[in-house]
Structures are given as structure tokens and as C-alpha cells.
């Protein structure tokens, strides 16, 4: 396979679009990520691919056409009966009805399924947008509208990759993906998430037939337990499985300043499974997920890009991607107020390392005593 240099899947419908005043996803996200990128010199314009918005028909490879026909009208009608809403689960207030919430999740899901196809000769690619992975075949669930990750699978599987492995690093269980994968030989998942949770799946035996990894974790994880994770958990599997691509959800929310979990990690962490994955596949897509404190994500998910594309992270921001960061508000919340400065002048996080807590080891020891998938 002849892999061209890394590209970014993105679009500017996520510079205007929010789920509302009140919703953890009213913050900017995907555009402070292009921003930064740009600021910084490492995004030009031949290695940005701007995302296609996925039609109704693609997104029945998966998803049910009532349900798509109902999140169009959704949109279309900026409300929805009580019938729909117990039906669908849109118009709630983790799945609000907002002005784009069709267009939005499709542009999302459009990219995967674009990168899928991109990928069939090998290569690299960021999705920052992607990583919904809690969305059903026919409802919405847990922010997520559609469920780009299972779209990216089944893209890459049509482009020709056979065996696909997929990591999760978000703080939440990726329960649509396992819904959608749970039992297929062809697909390993592997998900490490904040125990007692919301969706609260993901439980440390629930193996899903057997290819199916879930490594539910303490409160507090530090980077020294996330790197021995990836030690004794991600990188022997996914070696071992010889996938012919690669999908890693690289949610930012697991990281100590995101408001909906109780983890500890800094963006070293994450970078570092970015960055130990990419030899293992010919095709590596690494797409985005949680994350709902605008400076950390920002900063984690540009940080992505930086490795994946083999850009040094300065200690100090120049000027221009300062003033990203500085433009950035987050109302409703407390982080919002008396921002600690180096979240405007740097990308890396201060390491937080610390000790292996026993219970983690021994649930990394109960994984590694099951049975290759």
C-alpha cells in the first residue's frame, strides 16, 4: 500500500452549530481544533479534506430509515410530538432538538464513511468531529445523533479491511459500537472507561462473545495507570489481532479538568496511545468523542494532530494560536471563570503520573488471562 501523509476530516458547520445554551455541547469544539491547527502552521490546505454530509442512504447501512426520516423532520420542524420522543429519544435533554441536528450528526457520520474510503490504499486520518459512539441503530442516545465509529467500520470493511480493531479511550463506554460489533471475530473492541458511569455498560465480564475488551477503571486514573494500560492491555491485543485497520476514539473527557468524569489523566496520556498505535495497521483512523471543557479539549485534540503529523509541541503557543485559546468562553460553569493561564499559552498538560492501584492491575490481569478473539 502506497499511504500519502496524514489528512484532517473537517467543516466549518460546527463553527455555528450548538445543542443549545444549557448543554455540555455548547461549547466550541472541531472549529477551535481547526484554528488552533491553522494558527500553529501545521494544517495547510492539501492535507485538509472537508467533510461531505452523508445521505439518508449511506447511513442505512446501519441506521433504521425511520428513525432518519424522523430526525429530519425533527430538524425541519424544530419540534417533535411526545410520540417521537418516547419513540426516538430526540427532543430530550441529553438529545435536544436544535437547528442543525440532522445536518450536523450527518456531516459527522459523512466524514467516517469518507475516511473509510480514503483509507483503502493505507494512511492516516483525524476525524476530530467523530467518535459517537453511543448512538442505536434507531434512536438517539447520550449526545450522539447517529454512530460515525460503526459507519467508519463498515466503510473501512468496504474498502477492503477485513479485520478491523477498535480502541476506546473516552471516559464513557462506547455502547452503540459494542451493540453493532459484539460477536464478530472480524472486529476486536477494546474499551478502557470510568467504572459507575453513565451508559453504564462496559462491565469488566461482559466480554461480548468474546472479542470484546472492557477494562472499566477507578476514579483518579493517572497517566502512569493509562500507560500501564497500554502496556499490558491495548498494545498486545491489538498486535496480536494483525487488524487491517485501525479505529481509535480518542474522547477528551477522561482528562482531570472535563467536568463529566472523575479521571485524572493529562493530554500526555492520550497522545501517547495515539502515537503507539499508528505502527500496528497499515490504516489508522483516529477519530474525537467526549470532551466538554473548551480549553482541554482544544488543546488535547490539536495535540492529536501534532503527533499524528510529526509536529513539535512548542512549550509556549506563538501569538496567533494564544489568541484562540484566549477567544474561547464557556458560560453556565464554574471552569468558565479565573481560566488557569497555561491553558492559553500551552498545548501539553503537566504529566500526572502516580502509583498502579491494585485494583487496576488485577483487572488488567483478569484481560490478560482471556482467550485471544
Known amino acids: 500500500m502506497t499511504a500519502e501523509p496524514p489528512r484532517f476530516i473537517g467543516s466549518e458547520i460546527y463553527r455555528k452549530s450548538s445543542f443549545g445554551p444549557w448543554h455540555p455541547l455548547r461549547i466550541p469544539r472541531v472549529s477551535t481544533v481547526i484554528d488552533l491547527t491553522r494558527a500553529m502552521g501545521w494544517l495547510p490546505p492539501a492535507r485538509y479534506v ?68 480514503l483509507l483503502a490504499d493505507g494512511g492516516v486520518i483525524y476525524h476530530p468531529a467523530g467518535g459517537t459512539h453511543h448512538g442505536m441503530p434507531d434512536r438517539a442516545n447520550g449526545f450522539c445523533f ?48 470510568e467504572e459507575k458511569r453513565w451508559p453504564f455498560t462496559g462491565a469488566l465480564g461482559d466480554d461480548g ?9 477507578p476514579r483518579g486514573l493517572n497517566d502512569s495507570e493509562m500507560a500501564a494500560v497500554l502496556d499490558a492491555l491495548i498494545l498486545p491485543r491489538v498486535a496480536a489481532f494483525r487488524a ?29 496511545v495515539v502515537a503507539a ?6 490504516r489508522y483512523l483516529v477519530l474525537g468523542g467526549g470532551g ?53 499559552t500551552t498545548l501539553r498538560d503537566a504529566p500526572r503520573a502516580g502509583a498502579v492501584g491494585a485494583e487496576l492491575r488485577a483487572r488488567l490481569a483478569v484481560l490478560g488471562r482471556r482467550a485471544a478473539p
Not at 462473545?209 to 472499566?216: A, I, Q
Not at 512548542?314 to 468558565?336: C, H, I, Q, T, Y
Open 50 to 117: 472537508a467533510s461531505p454530509r452523508a445521505k439518508p442512504a449511506a447511513l442505512g447501512i446501519w441506521h433504521d430509515p425511520a428513525y432518519l426520516a424522523a430526525l429530519q423532520r425533527a430538524e425541519a420542524e424544530q419540534v417533535v410530538s411526545d410520540e417521537t420522543r418516547a419513540r426516538y429519544h430526540i427532543g430530550t435533554h441529553s438529545n435536544p432538538v436544535y437547528p442543525e441536528m440532522y445536518r450536523r450528526p450527518a456531516t459527522g457520520a459523512g466524514g467516517s464513511l469518507l475516511a473509510g474510503e
Open 244 to 272: 487491517d485497520a485501525i479505529v481509535l476514539q480518542c474522547g477528551a473527557d477522561a482528562v482531570e479538568e472535563d467536568p463529566l468524569s472523575r479521571l485524572s489523566l493529562s493530554n500526555n496520556a492520550h497522545w501517547a
Open 146 to 193: 447517529l454512530n460515525d465509529p460503526v459507519l467508519a467500520i463498515l466503510s473501512l470493511r468496504r474498502a477492503g479491511a477485513r479485520r478491523v480493531a477498535y480502541v476506546d479511550i473516552d471516559a464513557h463506554h462506547p455502547d452503540g459500537v459494542e451493540l453493532a460489533f459484539a460477536g464478530d471475530p472480524e472486529t476486536l473492541l477494546i474499551s478502557v472507561h
Open 277 to 282: 498505535l499508528r505502527p500496528l495497521s497499515p
Open 292 to 344: 466538554y471543557n473548551p480549553w482541554s479539549v482544544g488543546r488535547l485534540w490539536a495535540g492529536v494532530w501534532a503527533t499524528l503529523a510529526g509536529h513539535d509541541i512548542p512549550d509556549r503557543l506563538p501569538k496567533p494560536a494564544e489568541a484562540v485559546l484566549r477567544s474561547l468562553s464557556w458560560e453556565g460553569n464554574r471552569r468558565g471563570r479565573d481560566v488557569p493561564e497555561h491553558l492559553f
Open 209 to 217: 462473545g468474546g472479542n470484546v475488551f472492557n477494562l472499566p477503571v
